[in-house]
């Protein structure tokens, strides 16, 4: 079953807007990452946050994690269409060797 | 730097016919190498990652295989496609030991019909 879990599952805003996706997972995690997809092509890694870490900031983008709530947020600021893509969440659990979980993704449209 | 080159990109085949698909690893060494198979509008279901040439864990039950004969190399296959095997196939790696970020290739977009 999935572990990461995102909301919206679709997003539309204007360029210039800001937009929050939402995660949430079930099991104790080591790190939580957050991959941007375009439309037929591979994921690109965006930005990870570890367990012990409550926000965590990269140019316009900004990850908070509330391990308490096991959910994560990002937030994307002054959008542009170019931010256009699917946004996936993926949990590493801390329990020895694991491989990352993803969830099923927030499509976000852009429009200028 | 790292690159990691995936293909065909994109693939029909008949149900029954076999399938290989090729994933290479440069600029890295003993990587962990992973295969994931996306749905239309679903995230990404591991099938199989490996830690090391010729070890290979499968994480979901299917008639997909997967071998690594060399150090940067992994390769997908089936002996005979299923309907349900049509997808969008992502080969990625990540540094060995860590629970780190993972780099994806382009994908290969196969059609069973």
């Known amino acids: 079953s999935q572990q990461g879990e995102e909301d919206p599952q679709a997003l539309s805003i204007q360029e210039g807007e800001n937009a929050t996706m939402n995660c949430s997972y079930k099991t104790s995690i080591n790190n939580l990452q957050w991959y941007r997809q375009n439309s037929g092509r591979g994921l690109v890694h965006l930005i990870l946050?570890?367990?012990?870490?409550r926000e965590k900031h990269s140019g316009r983008l900004r990850v908070t994690l509330d391990t308490s709530k096991k959910s994560s947020s990002l937030l994307i600021t002054a959008s542009r269409a170019a931010d256009t893509a699917s946004y996936f969440c993926?949990?590493?659990?801390?329990?020895?060797?694991?491989?990352?979980?993803f969830g099923k993704g927030t499509m976000l449209l852009v429009s200028p | 730097s790292q690159t990691i080159h995936q293909w065909p990109a994109t693939l029909v085949q008949p149900v029954g016919s076999p399938l290989s698909l090729e994933c290479t690893v440069e600029?890295?060494?003993?990587?962990?190498l992973y295969w994931y198979r996306q749905a239309a509008g679903r995230g990404l279901q591991l099938l199989f990652y490996s830690v090391g040439i010729g070890q290979i864990s499968s994480e979901v039950p299917q008639n997909l295989s997967a071998s690594r004969p060399q150090d940067r190399q992994f390769i997908l296959s089936s002996k005979k496609l299923l309907l349900s095997d049509s997808g969008f196939y992502l080969c990625?790696?990540?540094?060995?030991?860590?629970?780190?970020?993972?780099?994806f290739g382009e994908g290969s977009r196969l059609t069973v019909l």
């Open positions: 600029g890295t060494s003993n990587p962990n």
């Open positions: 993926a949990t590493a659990s801390n329990s020895g060797y694991s491989t990352l979980t």
């Open positions: 990625a790696w990540s540094v060995q030991g860590a629970s780190g970020e993972l780099f």
């Open positions: 946050i570890r367990s012990n870490e």
